[in-house]
């Protein structure tokens, strides 16, 4: 069940995506909220440095193990533009983290690079679920996928 807040952080992220991709990387941002609603943590993807595993996700699966105690990481959702691939999917089990709630799914991912052309990517398009079963999930938004889609064209494009 996704509400208008988490619509609202949402938004944010497919914002932070754009905005990454615009700065040369892929296009993927990330948010963690406290139980409070507070934003503790943005993050971006930022594999246009050269190494590919920075992504959001994890940034903030390691940020919060880090400054963070259990209880709190239990209760923090984490809302993201695209949803976890299956190393930011452990990290955030790993780390202990909440809810995840994203804009777009893995599957529509998988769809949208066929469609596109685009280099399949080396690691198995699995589900959040699939990866961390423990962990609550919402999404996708309909309209807010329309928007991820149109950037990952555009990433595609850029090549
Ligand atoms: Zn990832």
Excluded at 40 to 56: C, I, K, S
């Amino acid at each position: 069940m996704i509400d208008s807040r988490d619509r609202r952080h949402l938004e944010r992220c497919v914002d932070l995506a754009e905005e990454t991709l615009s700065a040369g990387n892929e296009p993927f941002g990330s948010i963690l909220v406290s139980q409070d609603g507070e934003t503790l943590l943005e993050a971006v993807n930022e594999v246009g440095g050269g190494d590919p595993t920075r992504h959001p996700e994890f940034a903030i699966a390691r940020w919060a193990a880090e400054n963070l105690a259990p209880e709190q990481r239990a209760k923090a959702v984490v809302y993201t533009s695209g949803e976890h691939c299956p190393m930011c999917s452990a990290a955030h089990a790993w780390a202990g983290l909440g809810r995840i709630v994203y804009a777009s799914s893995a599957a529509q991912l998988t769809a949208w690079q066929g469609e596109l052309g685009a280099a399949p990517s080396p690691v198995a398009p699995l589900p959040i679920r699939d990866v961390a079963p423990g962990v609550p999930v919402d999404g996708p938004v309909d309209d807010l996928a329309t928007r991820v889609r149109d950037l990952h064209r555009r990433s595609n494009e850029r090549g």
